[in-house]
């Protein structure tokens, strides 16, 4: 191992006194591969310096309640540049410069004085500072804490200690790890010289927090470099240091710590080391104070002192959105989980906002991010709501849009903790509405089918409220488990015991969307003049229609203008529609036609408010009430039988009435009785893991030499090291060649082969051929131009080992510009390549699967026989994974950004020939015959031809609805109409134009 240094002049202090060891004075932290060839210096027998006296803050310069502070858009309150990847070093190599030794000082005081009985160390390195001050009490535990490498020293330097190995930006490890640490043991926390190390230290930070909300006496120190004493120029710079990702100031981190609910007892500056003649560290002291904690999560929507362990995911919540029966399931779920909370896909007023409703706009700034598809959206706000809750448990969702796939696989991949048990409520996906409506979806259904898909079957456990609607998914193809399913029908609280006066039926109401989804034209089409004159002869006087949506007088017959007065409300909410029923049951016979619903709460609706109603024999009504008579509330859709069954239940006698609604409230509370008997815990699997052997692959051909340096770089500083590198030289030039074995040989810090082809064969026989080679379980590839982040390799490998099914494992891709600076943290303004990894059809016009830089089973592989290598053209990733899913294979995504794609004009997607990589697409997929997959691209690029013209003239008529459009409209109609204004105006801006030209001309 060999050292990076800063020269004198580079030091502050400068005070050298011609040591030559002194030249290692900021080596602990830079350490930096094989790079620099600067020998080590001599290790000196470690001593702990002596305390210095902290240099006290007053907190009230800063401001502590910042809500965004703690955010990744706001950079975790740093207002400089961030990087996206950082050099990894062991910390656990001793040296003689103690680094912030006055952390420890001060941490071994206050546990003198407050009588703590545990030290616990988040980042404790070598150790040696902990061995010096708090070895040799028996009362007195010590726990150290750090990744593997680190961890490995402090074994040795330590051994008396309690050693827990975490990877402190793992939110798995960090909850597992506090699992194992509370305890009401009063308790001291330090972490010196660690948060500036972590590309996202809030799983470090909800650590520290979790150990702290134990007992009051509890405090944690921390420690970090103040970027305000380290001289930087511009805003954007990065900090000098290449191990660090960010560096705060003083306000900063105050700041910081205050927004993730901590109780910030004082801070200062402290002295760096021993040489630090300025004190160019700041000094955090902090503890966790049950109020100051609930005042941060009011600010978020939540309530309570902990904050949920359940929470709810919806589109719909009755009183502040438009609402139907998932909003209305969403409000009585809620009312039947005390204490938990709900995260709406929408922006809610303070005013209007019920308790415990929280949505991302209120977690996170989103005026700083890009405009995010809402799974995506709810992905990051859930991040940010376990950091403050990390005692959350349960994360449920809705199936319909798929609003929770992405969650759904951040857990599957492993970047969610196992620990979280995630629901699925099924209320209907897209083609459930395909099939009540009876007829095909438009633009937009095949994206939600397949987000819905992944949402269900990655799900730990998938609730159906009818056997009609599991049935139905089972036979669209959709995978679901008997251990992963249950049906539980939905809840409904609002039930009306008050006592009916049943009289003659003097009253039809429709109560549903004016659509044909539920039957809407069935109810017109059976009020025919005779119905009418037989309807009007036993009673009826009044028609009403209760509902929502576009409301034509035309589907109207005239026959129920000409016999009954009509009634139409379209603007009714929830509570006005049941206040509506409740006044009417008497004299009313209620009407929902609906086709193929799966479970509507407005049957409900009107039935626990006592009214009388015909539904329906079809879609999961018929299941909705366990007694014989509710059949005789159903008929067949058909007008014929809805006239017959109206006829029928006007003849009911007033006992009849109230038996039958008697006995349907009481199946609503059998139901609402079983409902609550659910338990989700345990639905997921513990998996014990194993952690997969990795090679990477890169195909090489004549790339430039700094950007396989580039590439070098990332992969010496990956979290988890593969086994081996395999470079595939695809027969460069001889200068290419001889390059790329000097830059492996001075800059590659892992095992490695370089493979040579004679003739060049083109990057799928490149891959082939490091497959063949390959002598582990799992294989990534890299393209030689681009840059891994920190987490590329050990992300893929968890997710493999999380899916021993696994055929490929897949993150989210950034794009940079060739040429630019890629190593940048930009909360905007960045091209992210984000895959379904699912939907054969879906993605034969757009590869919606996955890319390159991805993580391979290599058993599955060479069962596939590998890449198509055929041609040369290009998409042979996008065919590569269409073979795969088409065998039946599975693609893992991970949603999260772990590789920068550098973007080049000459790269082969905008200079290869289209034509060919199209042929491709249907030549190398498995599943079809080789004509059948030709007739599949074919009928997948006409269709997707044909949407883009609709598309295209959706938008021409939004932009024909904008304000600034219609007065350029009117204005150019005025001028079409007068042609001497035409040409005055026509004048006026030539003129303007041409001074404009001048002036430009004058200034350049």
């Not at 955010?71 to 912030?100: C, M, S």
């Not at 160390?121 to 535990?141: H, I, P, Q």
């Not at 009916?500 to 989804?517: E, H, P, T, W």
């Not at 691209?937 to 600034?964: D, F, S, W, Y």
Request: a neutral charge.
């Amino acid at each position: 191992m060999f050292l990076v240094t800063y020269w004198m002049s580079d030091w502050p202090s400068g005070n050298w006194h011609g040591d030559p060891r002194r030249r290692c004075l900021r080596a602990s932290r830079l350490h930096y591969g094989k790079i620099n060839m600067l020998p080590k210096v001599p290790m000196l027998k470690f001593k702990m310096p002596k305390r210095a006296t902290v240099e006290e803050v007053s907190l009230q310069k800063f401001d502590l309640n910042k809500q965004y502070a703690c955010t990744v858009q706001r950079n975790f309150g740093v207002e400089h540049g961030a990087k996206l990847y950082n050099e990894i070093f062991d910390d656990g190599e001793p040296i003689e410069v103690v680094w912030q030794p006055d952390t420890y000082h001060e941490a071994k005081e206050y546990l003198q004085k407050a009588g703590c009985v545990r030290v616990i160390d988040v980042g404790c390195g070598s150790a040696l500072k902990l061995r010096d001050l708090f070895s040799g009490s028996e009362a007195t535990t010590v726990i150290a804490i750090d990744f593997a490498a680190s961890l490995r020293a402090a074994r040795e330097n330590f051994p008396a200690a309690q050693h827990i190995e975490c990877d402190l930006s793992s939110w798995e490890e960090v909850l597992m790890t506090a699992a194992a640490l509370q305890s009401d043991a009063p308790t001291v926390i330090l972490c010196a010289d660690v948060i500036e190390h972590l590309p996202d230290p809030r799983p470090a930070l909800m650590l520290i927090r979790m150990l702290l909300e134990t007992s009051p006496l509890n405090r944690a120190f921390i420690s970090t470099p103040d970027r305000s004493d380290l001289r930087y120029g511009s805003k954007d710079t990065v900090p000098a240091n290449p191990t660090h990702i960010r560096e705060w100031t003083l306000k900063e981190l105050s700041e910081t710590m205050a927004a993730a609910g901590f109780f910030l007892n004082r801070a200062g500056k402290i002295r760096a080391n021993p040489f630090d003649n300025r004190k160019t560290t700041i000094l955090v002291e902090c503890s966790f104070a049950p109020k100051v904690y609930s005042t941060v999560l009011a600010r978020l929507g939540l309530s309570g002192e902990e904050g949920p362990t359940t929470v709810m995911l919806t589109t719909e919540y009755p009183g502040l959105v438009v609402s139907g029966g998932i909003g209305t399931f969403v409000a009585n779920w809620q009312k039947s989980h005390p204490g938990s909370a709900v995260m709406t896909s929408f922006p809610v007023a303070g005013a209007v906002r019920p308790r415990n409703i929280t949505t991302p706009w209120l977690l996170e700034d989103m005026s700083l991010i890009d405009e995010l598809d809402t799974p995506e959206v709810l992905l990051s706000a859930i991040f940010q709501l376990l950091f403050y809750c990390p005692h959350l448990r349960e994360i449920h969702y809705q199936d319909y849009l798929g609003i929770g796939f992405r969650i759904a696989q951040a857990k599957t991949s492993g970047l969610l903790p196992s620990s979280l048990t995630l629901v699925a409520h099924c209320h209907g996906n897209q083609h459930y509405l395909e099939n009540a409506c009876e007829g095909w979806g438009g633009p937009g259904v095949d994206m939600h089918s397949v987000r819905e898909k992944i949402s269900v079957e990655l799900a730990d456990g998938v609730i159906f409220p009818s056997a009609f609607l599991k049935a139905l998914y089972e036979t669209s193809g959709i995978a679901v488990s008997e251990k992963q399913s249950r049906i539980v029908p939905y809840r409904y609280d609002s039930i009306n015991h008050a006592k009916v006066d049943y009289s003659g039926a003097k009253r039809l109401v429709f109560i549903g969307k004016f659509n044909a989804m539920k039957g809407f034209d069935l109810f017109c089409d059976a009020f025919d003049d005779k119905f009418c004159r037989q309807a009007k002869a036993t009673g009826i006087e009044e028609v009403v229609l209760i509902g929502r949506g576009a409301f034509e007088e035309s589907v109207v017959g005239s026959a129920i203008r000409n016999h009954f007065h009509l009634d139409v409300h379209t603007n009714f909410d929830h509570e006005k529609l049941v206040s509506f029923i409740r006044d009417n049951a008497a004299d009313s016979i209620f009407v929902e036609p609906y086709r193929g619903d799966n479970f509507p709460l407005a049957v409900y609706d009107v039935v626990a408010t006592g009214g009388i109603l015909i539904a329906g024999r079809a879609g999961g009504i018929p299941e909705m009430f366990d007694d014989p008579k509710w059949n005789s509330c159903t008929f067949e859709l058909t007008p014929k039988a809805l006239q017959a069954k109206i006829l029928e239940v006007i003849g009911w006698q007033p006992s009849f009435k109230q038996t039958l609604c008697s006995s349907l409230i009481q199946c609503i509370i059998i139901n609402n009785r079983s409902s609550a008997k659910i338990s989700y815990r345990g639905v997921t699997d513990q998996l014990k893991l194993t952690m997969p052997s990795c090679t990477v692959m890169i195909p090489f051909y004549n790339t430039k030499p700094s950007e396989i340096a580039d590439l070098f770089h990332a992969l010496n500083h990956q979290a988890l090291s593969p086994d081996e590198v395999l470079i595939i030289n695809d027969a460069s030039d001889e200068e290419s060649a001889a390059t790329l074995k000097r830059l492996a040989d001075l800059h590659l810090a892992l095992p490695f082969r370089i493979i040579d082809h004679q003739a060049n064969q083109g990057l799928a026989a490149a891959r082939n051929t490091a497959v063949s080679h390959c002598n582990t379980d799992i294989i990534l590839n890299a393209d030689s131009d681009d840059v891994p982040l920190n987490d590329w390799v050990k992300s893929i490998a968890l997710a493999f080992a999380r899916n021993p099914d696994a055929g490929a494992a897949v993150p989210y891709l950034q794009g940079f510009e060739d040429g630019s600076e890629f190593n940048l943290y930009r909360p905007r303004g960045r091209h992210i390549y984000r895959p379904h990894g699912d939907g054969y059809v879906f993605s034969q016009t757009r590869n919606e699967l996955g890319h390159a830089n991805a993580g391979y089973r290599v058993a599955t592989v060479r069962a596939m026989g590998g890449w198509g290598y055929e041609s040369k053209a290009k998409y042979e990733d996008w065919a590569f994974y269409l073979n795969l899913i088409a065998r039946g294979g599975k693609i893992v995504v991970i949603p999260s950004v772990t590789c920068l794609y550098r973007v080049r004009k000459n790269s082969m997607t905008r200079t290869y020939s289209e034509w060919p990589g199209q042929m491709r697409l249907y030549q190398t997929t498995g599943g079809l015959s080789r004509f059948e997959a030709l007739q599949l691209q074919r009928l997948a690029r006409n269709g997707n031809a044909t949407l883009h013209v609709l598309q295209l003239e959706q938008e021409i008529a939004k932009l024909r609805n904008r304000k600034v459009v219609k007065m350029a409209d009117r204005a150019a109609a005025i001028l079409r109409r007068n042609p001497a204004l035409f040409k005055i105006v026509k004048t006026a801006v030539a003129t303007v134009f041409n001074a404009a030209t001048f002036f430009k001309q004058r200034s350049s």
